[in-house]
């Protein structure tokens, strides 16, 4: 066990904890305001949902010896076998640890989906959705990527902080669940600007604080490859930021405070999957086509008819599978012998990738549609008409969030 590596850890566990709450300032300050405590709620109730499940039984389904390559088995269930000292994925920290760490990875993908059905969904069916979302589709995508024994770990995807397992994942599931709970009423009609453009930047700030802990901390050691991590998530996400405005201000004739907010996040989600392995001028490059491709992605929403409220499809989806190819094309072993990408003489790697992409979109997407029709069905999805009028904090929750 090594001390410093367990500090290390330690940190970056908390900083990724913080993100959900950000996230819920993102999502909330982007809702009108009578759903800013509801969104809000739902991202902050989720660290709540997953650590229970993540207990009980979530982590020995996601990293538990193998079945079958596609999802562990209960050995690790109310963390039974996991110990303080080091285990199977590190040789230097606590399993305990490591289990902690992966748990706010967990914690944070359903909440990321909730963006895509803000302002219309039930509380009971959400809280539904993200237990049932949770552990039909993160928990087994999960092992393929990461746990040992899983058929994408074994065929040598690389993803080194979760761009398959959360933002492609989360975005596939993400534009299910706009389709099934059909627009907001109103959409393309009434006004729907942001409630709270500066709580947003807050939480795009928070974002990208705790992203380094994501990123950095997923190298599981305070290290060269930790640096690395932390270096190139920097560069992709300010070039996110820049080219994101810099396309809004062609097309649209000025650059905006969100625009900026969804470009570094944009930068941030495409960076994920290769932060580790590849070179921070590569990562430039990813953050530079992300911005421009996020963006792009964003409006074409009104174009195809869709309403994903706060453009995780276009952010997350679009990011996520650009940010796994990518990872394909300029992983190098240069800067981590565990990656070899196109560039460096390796293009399986891109075949790789784009298998674990598809695979993902694929099982998220019927799966998702799956759950959501039954829960829509046994409980109902939506809230009334007279209910999302009047709004979700004061019809699902008693409350109000800005008393002005």
């Known amino acids: 066990m090594n001390s410093g590596d367990t500090a290390f850890v330690l940190i970056a ?3 990724v904890m913080l993100m959900t709450p950000g996230l819920a300032l993102f999502y909330g300050g982007l809702v009108r305001k009578k759903n800013v405590l509801a969104t809000t709620m739902q991202s902050f109730i989720t660290i709540g949902i997953i650590s229970v499940i ?3 039984y979530g982590y020995s389904l996601a990293f538990g010896p193998d079945v079958g390559h596609v999802i562990g088995n209960l050995d690790y269930a109310w963390l039974k076998n996991v110990s303080l000292e080091p285990g199977p994925y590190s040789e230097t920290i606590p399993d305990l640890l490591f289990c902690a760490f992966q748990l706010m990875f967990a914690i944070i993908t359903p909440a990321l989906i909730t963006g895509a059905f803000a302002e219309r969904m039930k509380f009971p069916a959400f809280l539904a959705f993200t ?3 949770s552990t039909f589709v993160y928990l087994p995508v999960c092992h393929w990527v990461w746990g040992k024994g899983g058929w994408l770990y074994a065929m040598g995807a690389l993803d080194f902080a979760g761009g398959t397992v959360i933002h492609i994942n989360s975005g596939a599931a993400a534009l299910v669940a706009a389709l099934v709970l059909g627009k907001r009423k109103g959409y393309g009609r009434d006004s729907m600007h942001p409630s709270n453009l500066p709580m947003t930047v807050l939480g795009a700030g928070l974002l990208w604080f705790g992203w ?3 990123n950095a901390g997923s190298a599981l050691a305070a290290g060269p490859i930790a640096v690395l991590a932390l270096m190139t998530t920097q560069i992709a996400t300010g070039a996110g930021a820049l080219s994101w405005i810099l396309a809004e201000w062609k097309i649209q004739g000025k650059p ?7 470009g570094a996040l944009a930068g941030l989600v495409a960076i994920t999957p290769g932060a580790g392995f590849v070179t921070p001028v590569s990562a430039l490059i990813m953050g530079v086509v ?4 996020c963006y792009l992605a964003v409006i074409a929403k009104s174009k195809i008819g869709y309403d994903d409220s706060l ?9 996520g599978i650009w940010g796994a190819l990518a990872t394909g094309i300029f992983a190098s072993s240069a800067v981590n012998s565990a990656g070899k990408g196109l560039l460096d003489g390796n293009p399986h790697q891109l075949l790789v990738q784009a298998t674990g992409a598809g695979a993902t979109i694929v099982y998220s997407v019927i799966v998702t549609y799956i759950l959501l029709k039954i829960i829509d ?12 009028t009047q709004g979700l904090d004061l019809t699902q929750h008693s409350e109000v969030g800005y008393n002005l």
């Not at 905006?256 to 969804?262: F, M, W």
């Not at 992300?290 to 491709?293: E, L, S």
């Not at 453009?311 to 990011?319: A, L, P, R, T, W």
């Open 54 to 56: 993540w207990l009980v």
């Open 13 to 15: 566990t908390a900083m």
């Open 212 to 214: 380094f802990g994501f």
């Open 377 to 388: 069905v046994t409980i109902g999805l939506r809230v009334s008409s007279d209910d999302e």
């Open 256 to 262: 905006t405070t969100l625009g900026a907010a969804s």
């Open 290 to 293: 992300a911005g421009v491709i």
């Open 131 to 133: 237990i049932l979302w």
């Open 311 to 319: 453009d995780v499809v276009g952010v997350h989806g679009v990011g």
